[in-house]
Each structure stands twice: as C-alpha cells, then as structure tokens.
C-alpha cells in the first residue's frame, strides 16, 4: 500500500506569515485575521480537504536584526501585528468534527502549572483534538518584553524545556487516575479525594507541590509537536515529539535531518515511526502548467524582499544588511534559531550562499521556493519528497488566502486521492488517534510521559 501523505495547514494569527508581502495582493483576505469568520472559514476549507490539522505558529517580540530595527518588520507586516492563536481554537473546533489542531505556545515565559490547566482545557473544548508546538523562543525582543535583557543561550533553553516537560507530564498524566472522576449525583461525589494527588517537583528551574487543576481531558498529553532542527533540538524531538516540523530547499538535507531523528528516538527506547515528519512547504497550483506560471508571476509582483530578509536576519540572529550583496554567509554562533543558520552554512557544502542568492530564492517574499504546476506536477513533487527525504507530510504555508487553500482543496487533494496516497476520510477518535491509529487516545507506554502514570 502507498505510503499517506499528511497535510497540514500552517498559518499564524497576523497579517503577514512566511511569504512576506501576499497581504497587498488585491485578492488576499489576510487582513481579516482579526475576524473570527475569516478562520472558521478556513477551518471548514481544510476538513472539507481532509486536512489532518491546522498548525499555528506563534512568536513572541517582534523581528528586529535586520538594519537594527523593527522598522522593515513594522513596514511590511512581517508577523507584527500578532494576536494570541489559542483564543481561535474554541471556535474553529465548534465549527467543525476533525480538524485537529497544533498550536505553538513558548514555554520559556509562561509557568506549567496554568499552562498544564490552558492545554487541557482546550482538549476539552476540542474533544481531542489539540496538539501543543512546544517551542524555547528565539528572540531577545521578546526576552526584553519579558523582563529580561537578552534570552537564555541556546541550548540551555532545551535544558529548561526537558524540565518542564517533566512538570506537565506529571500534571496530565499523573495526578488525576483513571477513574478518580466519579459524578456520583445519588452518593454527592463528583471526584474521589484519595485517587487525586498533588505533584511534587523541586528541580533546577521550577518547584511545584500542587494538584492539576483540570479533570482528565481525552487525551490527557496533548499531541506534541516540535520545530527544532538544531542538534540539541534534533535531540529534544528524539524524547518528546510525535510530529516534528522542519524546513530545508533540498530532500537530501532533510533526509538526513530525518535519518538523525529517528536514530535518536530509537536510542530513547521509542519506535522511530511514533514520529512522524511534516517538512514546510508552499503550493501555487492551477488545472494547467501555463496557469500555474502566471499565477506564480502575478503573486511574485507582491512579494517583499525586505519583508522576507528582516525574517531571516532574525530567525537566524544574524544582520543580513551587513554583508556585501555578493559576500558569502558564514555560520557563527548565536542564540536565535541555530539550524537556520546551519542550513545556508554547514549543511551547504560547495554552496557559497550570499545575500543577492537569498534575495534570488526568495520567490514569494520567502526563503521557501515554492512547488509551481498542474495538480499533477504538485502532487508529483509531493510524493518525491516523501520517497526520497523520508518524511511524512507537509505544513503548507499560505500565499494569497482564500484561494491557495481553496486551490489545493479543489485541485491537489483529488490527485492525491486518485493515487491511493491520501485518506478519502477521516479515522475516528481524538487526534492521536487519527494520526497514528492509536487504540487509546493516550500517549503510548513508550513514550516518557507515561512513567509518570499512577
């Protein structure tokens, strides 16, 4: 059987996303962001495509590297102005039955104990269907938001986030057992003392001595997906993530970020395919290759490449208006987002990458060069990175909203399904359980979270 492909969407609570500049197209709808129709609708458009979920990105603080100033952030809606993706949830899981849900929420600023009791609710809310980006931050804008001077070096923030994830397992997981919920109405007991327990955690950066907050939601550990490609983040994905997100211009790049990923969860004890892989990807698609094209030509009018470098000069921590147009990029060590970096450096041999490269790879106002063509010639190159980099499915950014999704909805997901290598309906269950045709909603007993069980 043909192995399936999964598809996400991936969007974020703002104006302008990853491909910088779309907004100005006259035909784009990103402006309405702040309109609650703008993303039930988007929702229904991606069950209606048997979308597996709606991934949303979230930032803290604003991009700030490139030139020394938010200014061309600001100017070009370069993910400022952001609102909160959480609040969003509620409504897009009442308007529909399984679209699931991951959202990104920065553990470095926010206590487990009301973060726990946050996810938890939105399981409720979702019957199951919400998954959690868990992410360290990047940004010292959004460190000095928080009080702080600059952010935490890079790989002491995974260091924190392992102890974290100790602190929410042992919320989710352990403090309320199985059955402890009683709603006896003849014998007045809604829940039983004795089988709720307090968790006790005194660690090196957290101490919590507290009972959960929330009764047990379906899946108690929400989906856990994680961004980082950096060889510390690589290894944090090894021991927590189920689905992993990451980016790269060339399969046999990802291929090996991939091989490395599931190298590391089989020495975690975890089967490597309780992993599975979503590499970021964008579509301009049309019934035919001459329509695609000039869709392509028409969008690209839009793009912003100042938009698209203030991005990346935050992303990676590294001033892109200080080089030469023709000096070539090297790697250097920051405390942004490391495999960035890596990518156009390390990772590149015999690529010498300069900014006058970037600005010609940045097609859409983005570093990401977009999949061009026909239904068919999409889904061909879907499939191509799925059999050559081994990963599982896609985060399809947005380029000009609605129609983009709309487009592949009505165009691409058809293809797929005539090739067998896309479900035609949605399994049952939570969203665990449709991704990995899970038995139990529940994290297996494999996983870490699961020695914190009573």
Not at 107 to 112: A, C, R, S
Not at 200 to 219: F, K, T
Not at 421 to 437: D, S
Request: with cysteine; glycine share 8%; aromatic share 10%.
């Amino acid at each position: 059987m043909p192995r399936q492909i999964r598809l996400n969407a991936f969007d974020m609570n703002c104006v302008g996303h990853i491909q910088h500049g779309m907004w100005a197209h006259p035909r784009d709808r990103s402006v309405d962001y702040t309109d609650l129709d703008h993303w039930v609708d988007l929702a229904r458009t991606l069950e209606r495509g048997l979308f597996d979920g709606l991934f949303l990105a979230d930032i803290l603080g604003v991009y700030d590297v490139f030139h020394g100033s938010a200014d061309a952030s600001i100017r070009n809606a370069v993910q400022i102005p952001v609102n909160d993706p959480l609040l969003l949830i509620p409504a897009m899981a009442y308007a529909t039955r399984n679209l699931g849900f991951g959202v990104t929420c920065n553990l470095t600023y926010e206590p487990p104990y009301t973060f726990a009791r946050r996810m938890s609710t939105l399981d409720h809310l979702t019957k199951g269907r919400i998954g959690w980006n868990v992410v360290t931050g990047y940004l010292d804008s959004a460190a000095r938001g928080m009080g702080l001077v600059e952010q935490p070096e890079h790989d002491s923030r995974y260091d924190v986030a392992d102890e974290y994830m100790r602190v929410v397992y042992q919320l989710w997981e352990g403090s309320w057992e199985d059955g402890a919920v009683l709603r006896d109405r003849a014998g007045r007991q809604y829940a039983d003392p004795a089988r709720v327990h307090p968790v006790q955690h005194e660690g090196r950066n957290y101490r919590v001595n507290a009972i959960h907050l929330s009764e047990p939601s379906p899946q108690r550990t929400p989906v856990l997906y994680q961004a980082g490609a950096s060889a510390r983040g690589r290894e944090f994905a090894a021991a927590h993530a189920e689905c992993v997100f990451v980016n790269g211009q060339f399969r046999h790049n990802v291929r090996d970020i991939v091989a490395d990923i599931r190298a590391r969860a089989k020495a975690f004890g975890r089967d490597p395919r309780d992993i599975l892989v979503y590499v970021g990807a964008s579509v301009v698609v049309a019934p035919t290759e001459a329509e695609a094209r000039d869709k392509l030509a028409e969008y690209r009018a839009y793009a912003s490449p100042e938009g698209a470098l203030a991005h990346y000069s935050a992303t990676v921590g590294l001033d892109f208006s200080r080089y030469g147009p023709d000096e070539p990029i090297r790697f250097v060590k920051t405390n942004a987002m490391a495999s960035g970096l890596e990518a156009i450096t390390v990772r590149s041999p015999g690529t010498e990458w300069t900014p006058r490269k970037l600005l010609e790879m940045m097609v859409l106002g983005s570093r990401q060069a977009p999949i061009v063509g026909s239904p068919g010639r999409v889904a061909d190159e879907l499939q191509a990175w799925v059999d050559e980099a081994d990963v599982d499915g896609f985060n399809l950014s947005r380029t000009v909203v609605p129609e983009c999704v709309e487009d592949f909805v009505d165009l691409v997901v058809p293809e797929l399904q005539s090739r067998g290598v896309m479900k035609r309906e949605y399994a049952p269950g939570a969203l665990r359980q449709k991704l990995f045709g899970a038995g139990s909603a529940r994290l297996p007993g494999n996983h870490p979270a699961a020695r914190f069980r009573r």
